[in-house]
């Protein structure tokens, strides 16, 4: 990933009014919200609900004849969730389809799930962005 940096040189933070520098950021960040966020009468194809969902989760490799490879597991950050699946996002590309999916339900509680992987995409920002649905409800292999 490359991203053009400023030299320090060109770098000058000015102080200003409390107020003024408030009301920046405020108009600032809502222009931010709304590319995030555009306000459109799209219709929504999907049938369940999906919620925001950035927690880190545990993803551990099935292998094609079933066996759990447990030293394979990767942590990735979570993006949505809803009653059928998830979506987040991860550095590294993900060679096995189906896997478990580990929720952490506090004190050493771990809820597991089946899941397969049936999208994938690379984001500009050099990571990807991938996502299934839950098969099947399974012991999580992770124990801490």
């Known amino acids: 990933m490359n991203v053009a940096v400023k030299e320090q040189q060109d770098w ?3 102080e200003r009014g409390t107020s003024a520098t408030e009301e920046e950021v405020r108009v600032q960040v809502c222009g931010l919200l709304s590319t995030l ?40 950050a979570g993006k949505h969730i809803s009653e ?16 478990i999916v580990s929720f952490e339900l506090g004190s050493d509680a771990w809820l597991g799930f089946l899941i397969d992987l049936s999208w ?20 999580s292999p992770i124990e801490l």
């Open 84 to 99: 059928r699946g998830l979506g987040f996002y991860h550095q590294q590309p993900l060679p096995n389809r189906r896997m």
């Open 120 to 139: 994938c995409r690379f984001t500009k920002q050099g990571w990807y962005e991938s996502g299934g649905r839950f098969l099947q409800v399974v012991n």
């Open 37 to 76: 966020y555009p306000r459109d009468n799209k219709v929504e194809r999907r049938g369940e609900q999906r919620f925001p969902f950035p927690y880190l989760v545990h993803l551990t490799p099935v292998e094609s004849d079933g066996t759990v490879n447990v030293g394979g597991t990767v942590v990735v």
């Open 12 to 14: 000058t933070v000015s």
